[in-house]
């Protein structure tokens, strides 16, 4: 009989033979890596501004919440959060939620049941598709950015409700949905198309706005937004950002919100502190676009919509060697192996960065232009 000790061996070895083994590596504070794997695309994250209201937060307000936010969680930070965030995308209400993985379980299990509907994107991000398995909802999944079969499935939903998922800028390969186009077929239908801007937001738009806000749509009855507060405002947290009624919902409903603590005070005013530096430097994301434009040029990639640049490589072996080269010469950068990637592709995921000065941030394309060229040219 085989013990958990073995299935562990097993499961190990299994994962090193497909070159898929992953580790924890931690980092220093201050090392002085060039760090093109995390997500803070516009460094706000340690602006000297943002530092100084979390840790004014802390010091005032303590480390945690200390209650779930329907008992003693909500503070006026939340709210003062909420207010500015739902101003500054144009939307009518905002909740502010501790992860951004629990916006998109809260807004999808509080909505759909398994009487529903929910047609998702290929490519979602895996929040959006653990959020669609636990509501027990029937799913169905299109291809990506295929809105002909979106069409066609909400057709057949036969007088369900119905919710449509999809992201505003893709997290792995950076492209844009047509939100447009789905928001025009869910309102056909009268379904609900639930897009997550945690790569649009601070990225695309006017100021950083969101491809929502940017399409005109941020009115629209039939499209719910959800964030991340961890990527261009640099803290941590999630937001459902709709209409009052949907609020209120959630408020009443939505179980990762009911029964869970509150996002903690310092990144709060955190996230608050860089939502406001945002809007006195609205240039920032023009810089993440042009950065981005020339790297993939650089690279020999396509363009994307936002920060994300998406490198394939020919295995998950070619991936991991080039991101330890890329690594040994003073730049980190992402590698996205199976099950990571929807498609099943290996690649370097880079995320380009408006808060380094130029001449870092040239020595950091000069690099990746040099390790990406010698590895594949090995292969």
């Known amino acids: 009989m085989n013990t958990w000790a073995d299935w562990f061996a097993a499961q190990r070895t299994a994962r090193e033979e497909a070159g898929l083994q992953r580790a924890l590596r931690p980092r220093a504070a201050g090392d002085d890596l060039l760090d093109l794997a995390n997500n803070d ?3 706000l994250s340690g602006h000297p501004d943002v530092r100084r209201a979390a840790a004014d937060a802390a010091l005032w307000w303590g480390a945690g919440a200390g209650a779930s ?44 049941d398994r009487d529903a509907l929910i047609v998702s994107d290929a490519h979602v991000h895996a929040s959006l598709i653990d959020a669609a398995r636990l509501s027990r909802a029937t799913i169905r999944v299109t291809a990506h950015n295929d809105v002909a079969a979106m069409r066609e499935a909400l057709a057949a939903a036969g007088g369900r409700r119905a919710l449509v998922l999809t992201e505003s800028v893709f997290s ?28 649009g937001l601070g990225v695309i738009g006017h100021g950083g706005r969101g491809l929502v806000h940017h399409l005109g749509l941020s009115a629209h009855p039939n499209v719910v937004m959800t964030a991340t507060l961890s990527k261009s405002l640099g803290a941590m947290g999630g937001v459902v950002l709709g209409s009052a009624a949907l609020v209120d919902h959630l408020v009443n409903r939505a179980r990762p919100f009911i029964f869970d603590t509150g996002l903690a005070p310092a990144p709060a005013a955190g996230a608050l502190a860089a939502l406001r530096t945002l809007r006195g430097e609205p240039q920032l994301p023009e810089r993440i676009h042009e950065r981005s434009a020339a790297l993939a040029d650089r690279l020999g990639v396509p363009r994307t919509a936002g920060a994300v640049l998406s490198v394939p490589m020919p295995s998950p072996q070619t991936a991991v060697a080039t991101q330890a080269a890329a690594l040994a010469a003073g730049v980190r950068v992402g590698c996205f192996r199976p099950p990571s990637v929807p498609d099943g592709v290996s690649r370097l995921r880079i995320t380009t960065h408006a808060g380094l000065d130029d001449a870092r941030w040239a020595h950091a394309v000069d690099v990746l232009a040099r390790v990406v060229e010698n590895h594949l040219a090995l292969t």
């Open 41 to 43: 695309y516009l460094g």
């Open 69 to 112: 936010r329907l008992v003693t969680g909500t503070t006026t930070l939340h709210t003062e959060l909420e207010r500015e965030l739902a101003e500054f995308t144009g939307r009518e209400a905002a909740l502010v939620f501790s992860t951004g993985y629990h916006a998109n379980l809260s807004v999808v299990t509080a909505l759909a």
């Open 172 to 199: 792995v390969l950076g492209d844009a949905a047509p939100l447009d186009d789905l928001a025009e077929a869910c309102a056909d239908h009268d379904a609900l198309l639930v897009v997550d801007e945690a790569h």
